[in-house]
C-alpha cells in the first residue's frame, strides 16, 4: 500500500498543544482565562488546571501519547525527564487514564543526584519541578506512543532555582518591566508588552557512527584528543555553502520533519566551513521558548544521527586546527504591537527612540562585560574562542562604520548637527541618516549589530542557551534602567522634552561604551594589547572566565533585578567549575588510555619495522634511517616522560579544593596534555597506515 506523503505545512504543529488544540479540547471560558493571563503577564489562576490537565491528557492520548513528563533544564545543561503513566486503575482495579491539575502544576522528580552547588545537602533530595504555561506542551513520539513534555522550572524545597529556565524567566520578567517604562516615556500608549525575540544558528558535525566508534576520544569525550590534521581539512574552504550531501541532506531532513511537528520552523541548513560541519537556524521566537526549542532541536538532531548511522558533534572544537561550532544567538526586543525596537525607521521619535535602546545595550554591556564573558565560559568553548571563525575571548561590540560615528558624534554633542549623508532617513536633524546592514560583517568581533538585531557569537554549540540569554537580558536591562533615570532626570529640567533628553543619555551611552566598541580585525596581535588599555576583561581560560561570575558588581546586578541571588550565584559558579574539572577528568583518563593502549604500541611496532628493514640495507643508507628511528624512539620516550608528569600533577591536585584544583588544571594539565597530543600527532605522521590504531582526521570527516 502506497503510504501519502505529508507536506510540511499538513503536519506542522502536529504535536503542539498550541491555541489551536486548546481550543478544542478546552471549555471557551477556560481557553480565554488562559489566553488572557498569558496576554497580560498575569499569574494564571490555578482554578483551571484541572481542565487543562484533562485537555492536554485527551489531546495526548489522541497523539498516541501514554506518558508525561515534567521536561526541564538542570544546571548539567541537558533535558531532564521522569516519564509518568497516563495509565492507573480505580478501587476496583480497573483501568483508567488520569491527570490531575495537582499533577499538572507541580513534579516531584528526586533532586539528590543533580547538582546544586551546595545550596542544599545531598541527603535533601526533595525537588520540584512546577509547569511553565508560557512554552506550549508537545509530544516527542516513539515506536510504540509518544510522551507529552511540559516544559517546567526546578526548584529546590526553599525555593532556591536548581535549573536554567528559572533565572531566564526572571530575566525576561525584569526587562519587560523596564522596557515598558522606558517606552512609556516616548509616548507609546498602545504597547501592552515587550517581549525577548531569539533565533540561535546551530552549528554542529556529523562524522559516520562506525568510524566514531573506533575513537575512543569521540565516543568519551565529544571531541578528538589526538590527531593530525590532513592536507584537505582547511586549506580551502570549499565545503561552505557548498551542495549537501545526499547521507547528510537525509538527515537533515528528518530532523526539521521532527521540528515541524512540535511547531518550530527551521528556516535554513547548509554546509558549514570546515568539512562534515553544518548548520541549522530556526525562525525567530520568543526567548522562553526559543530555549525550549533549542534544547529540542538537539534532542531530535541526536535522535535522528542514530536512526542515520551518524555521530553527532555538538563539542565546540571536536577537530584541532579546524574550524569548530558555534551557537550564534540573534536577540533582539519586540513590543505588542509588532515593532522590532532595533529596526531604524523613517520617523523622528522612533529612530530616536532605536538609538536610546541600542545604546542601552552597549552601556550594560561596558559596564558588566565580565558577565558576558562568563557566560559563554564552558570546557569545550575554551578550545574554540579565538580561531578559524570564532569569534576571540575578549568581549567587544561591533555596529559598522556609520552608527559610531553617530553615536561618537553624539557623544561629542548630542545637539551638535551634522551633514546629511545618502543613507535611510532617520529622522534627525542632528546626526547622519542610518541606512540598514550599511556596512560589512565583522565575523571576529564576538557581538555585533546585523542592522535590527544583535548577535552574540561566543555563544558555544552545546551550551543551553537559556544561560547566556539570561546575562544578555539582565545587562541590557541595567541600561535600560541607567538610560531611563537619565531620561526622568533631563525631561525634568526640559520640560518634558523626550527627544532631547534621550539624545543626552545616548550621548552618557555613548561616552561609556567607547571601550567596548571596537570596529577592527579582533584576531590581530594588537588587539589583545589595546583591550588591556581600555580595561576590558582578558580571560582566555574556562576557570579565568568562571572566576568573574564572582564579581561583586555581578553579584549585586543579578540579586537587583531578582535573576540569581547572592547563594544561587555562587552555588552556580560551583556546579559550573565541577563541570569544568569533571570534563577534563574523563578526558585525561581517556588521553591516556589512548596512549597507552594505541599509541604506544603503535609507535614500537613501527620501530621493530623500521629496525628489521635497516639490516638489508647498505651502509650508505643506514646512517638515515638510524636518525629517523632515533626521533621516533625519542617521542616515545617523551610520552613516557609527559605521563609521568601527568601523573604527578593528578597526586597533587586530587587533594585540593574545587577552585584549586581547577587552577592547578588550567594552569599545569592543559599544557601537559598538549604537549602529550604534539607528540602522539608527530608519531601518526610517520607510522605506517595499518599500524594506525584510530581513524585519521582523514577518514573521520568524510562522510560516504
Known sequence: MKIKYQSSKEIFGKYLFDRKAMRRFLPHEIYKKYINAMENGSKLDESIADFMANAMKEWAISKGATHYTHWFMPRTENIAEKH????????????????????????????????????????????????????????????????????????????????????????????????????????NRTVKSVDVTIGAEQEYFLIDEEKAKKRPDITLCGRTLIGEASPREQTVEAHYFGSIAPRSLSFMEDVERDMYKIGQVLLTRHNEVAPCQFEFAPDVSEANLGCDMNHALMEAMRKV?????????????????????????????????GKNLLTPSSHRTRNIQFLTFLSAFLLGAAKHDTLLRACIASPGNMHRLGGFEAPPAIMSIYLGDLLTNILDTIGKNPVTKINKRSFIDLGLHQIPDV????????????????????????????????????????????????????????????????ERSALEAISHAAKVSEKIRFEGNSYSDEWPKEAKKRGLPIATTTFDALQLLLKPENKKLLARLNIMNENELEAFHEIRMEQYTSSIDVELATLKRMIWEGVMPAISKQLILETDSIKGVGESFSNHWKTHITNLAGIKDGLFKELENLEEVKARYRALGLVKKAEVITKEVLPLMDRIRTLADSSERVIAEEIWPYPKYKDLLVLD
Open 435 to 498: 541606512k540598514r546592514e550599511d556596512s560589512d560583517r565583522n565575523r571576529t568581533s564576538p557581538i555585533a549589530f546585523t542592522g535590527n538585531k544583535f548577535e552574540f557569537r561566543a555563544v558555544g554549540s552545546s551550551q543551553a542557551i537559556a544561560g547566556p540569554l539570561s546575562n544578555i537580558i539582565a545587562v541590557w536591562t541595567a541600561g535600560i534602567d541607567e538610560i531611563t533615570e537619565i531620561i526622568e532626570t533631563k525631561m525634568d529640567a526640559t520640560g518634558g522634552d523626550i
Open 84 to 187: 509518568m503513566a497516563f495509565l492507573s486503575t480505580d478501587k476496583d482495579g480497573s483501568s483508567i487514564e488520569s491527570f490531575k491539575g495537582s499533577e499538572l502544576i507541580k513534579g516531584e522528580p528526586d533532586a539528590s543526584s543533580f547538582p546544586s552547588g551546595g545550596i542544599r545537602s545531598t541527603f535533601e533530595a526533595r525537588g520540584y519541578s512546577a509547569w511553565d504555561p508560557t512554552s506550549p506542551a508537545f509530544i516527542i513520539k516513539s515506536k510504540k506512543g509518544g510522551t507529552l513534555c511540559i516544559p517546567s522550572v526546578f526548584i529546590s524545597l526553599n525555593g532556591a532555582s536548581l535549573d536554567m529556565k528559572t533565572p531566564l524567566i526572571k530575566s525576561i520578567n525584569s526587562m519587560q518591566t523596564c522596557a515598558m517604562k522606558l517606552l512609556k516615556k516616548f509616548g
Open 305 to 337: 544521527s542514530i536512526k542515520h548511522k551518524m555521530k553527532l558533534l555538538l563539542h565546540e572544537k571536536p577537530f584541532a586546527g579546524i574550524n569548530g561550532s558555534g551557537k550564534h544567538l540573534n536577540f533582539s526586543l519586540k513590543d505588542s504591537d
